[in-house]
């Protein structure tokens, strides 16, 4: 390249830098308005869980209906269920719990291929940004229910695994639901990471697999029976610097 092409070159760098860098500015001011509008709007929504799973399960489907039946169960019992507010199990999540007593909340995501938010949303929340949308998920749950799902889902679980692994937040029920598709992952935790030293033991027991609806209900309320849902002031703490 000639000296005059280098010179166009950093030049036209240096413009592209000063556009981009008023555009991640604004950008800035966009991703603190959802944190705002998410914050205020959620405070009032507690207990809650978080219900991840499947988008591309359809009604009908078993893990469809078991992931409507917890909803049913844990909205009754008194907890908001929190799901990403689209299709397939996150449907089937807040349409449980829309029929029940507590809140239906749904955190929807805007995408290239627009994701249609659901019906059975008595909270409805939109995000443009993935990493804002998935601190609500974690800010406010008093629990994290796992159904069957693919990349989505295993990046949210091993999200949480990770953050509560490292201390990074509370200590809270991270229950995977069916036996019969978590095994196998819960196997190689316990060899291929254990034996190469890349987990501790204690780190296995973070997690626990259900497969009755009545039973992840009961699982939750016996982590809280000694210390109450209300998180202690070391837990706000925790969670304001997540």
Same mark, same amino acid.
């Given at each position: 390249m000639s000296e005059q092409g280098e010179a166009d070159f950093f030049r036209e760098c240096a413009g592209a830098s000063r556009t981009d860098s008023a555009r991640e500015a604004w950008r800035v001011f966009g991703i603190m308005s959802e944190f705002v509008e998410a914050t205020e709007r959620l405070k009032a929504v507690c207990p809650a869980v978080s219900l991840f799973g499947s988008a591309r399960v359809q009604?009908?489907?078993?893990?469809?209906?078991?992931?409507?039946?917890?909803?049913?169960?844990?909205?009754?019992?008194?907890?908001?269920?929190?799901?990403?507010?689209?299709?397939?199990?996150?449907?089937?999540? $807040?349409?449980?719990?829309?029929?029940?007593?507590?809140?239906? !909340?749904?955190? $929807?995501?805007?995408?290239?291929?627009?994701?249609?938010? $659901? +019906?059975?949303?008595?909270?409805?929340?939109?995000?443009?940004?993935?990493?804002?949308?998935?601190?609500?998920? !974690?800010?406010?749950?008093?629990?994290?229910? !796992?159904?069957?799902?693919?990349?989505?889902?295993?990046? +949210?679980?091993?999200?949480v695994i990770t953050l509560t692994q490292t201390g990074k937040s509370p200590r809270i029920p991270i229950i995977l639901v069916g036996r019969a598709f978590w095994q196998g992952l819960m196997d190689w935790f316990s060899t291929r990471l254990l034996e190469a030293r890349a987990i501790a033991p204690e780190d296995l027991r973070l997690t626990q697999i259900i497969?009755?609806?009545?039973? !992840?209900?009961?699982?939750?309320?016996?982590?809280? +029976?000694?210390?109450?849902?209300?998180?202690?002031?070391?837990?706000?703490?925790?969670?304001?610097?997540?």
């Amino acid at each position: 390249m000639s000296e005059q092409g280098e010179a166009d070159f950093f030049r036209e760098c240096a413009g592209a830098s000063r556009t981009d860098s008023a555009r991640e500015a604004w950008r800035v001011f966009g991703i603190m308005s959802e944190f705002v509008e998410a914050t205020e709007r959620l405070k009032a929504v507690c207990p809650a869980v978080s219900l991840f799973g499947s988008a591309r399960v359809q009604p009908g489907h078993p893990d469809y209906c078991l992931a409507e039946t917890i909803a049913r169960k844990l909205s009754d019992a008194g907890f908001a269920v929190i799901s990403g507010g689209g299709p397939g199990i996150m449907e089937a999540a $807040n349409k449980g719990a829309f029929a029940g007593r507590s809140p239906s !909340v749904g955190l $929807n995501i805007e995408l290239p291929h627009e994701q249609k938010a $659901n +019906e059975y949303q008595d909270v409805a929340l939109s995000f443009r940004h993935f990493f804002a949308r998935k601190y609500m998920f !974690v800010r406010f749950a008093s629990a994290y229910v !796992v159904m069957p799902g693919g990349f989505g889902t295993l990046d +949210e679980l091993l999200e949480v695994i990770t953050l509560t692994q490292t201390g990074k937040s509370p200590r809270i029920p991270i229950i995977l639901v069916g036996r019969a598709f978590w095994q196998g992952l819960m196997d190689w935790f316990s060899t291929r990471l254990l034996e190469a030293r890349a987990i501790a033991p204690e780190d296995l027991r973070l997690t626990q697999i259900i497969d009755e609806p009545e039973e !992840v209900v009961a699982a939750i309320f016996r982590h809280y +029976e000694s210390s109450g849902f209300a998180p202690s002031r070391a837990e706000r703490e925790l969670m304001l610097n997540l």
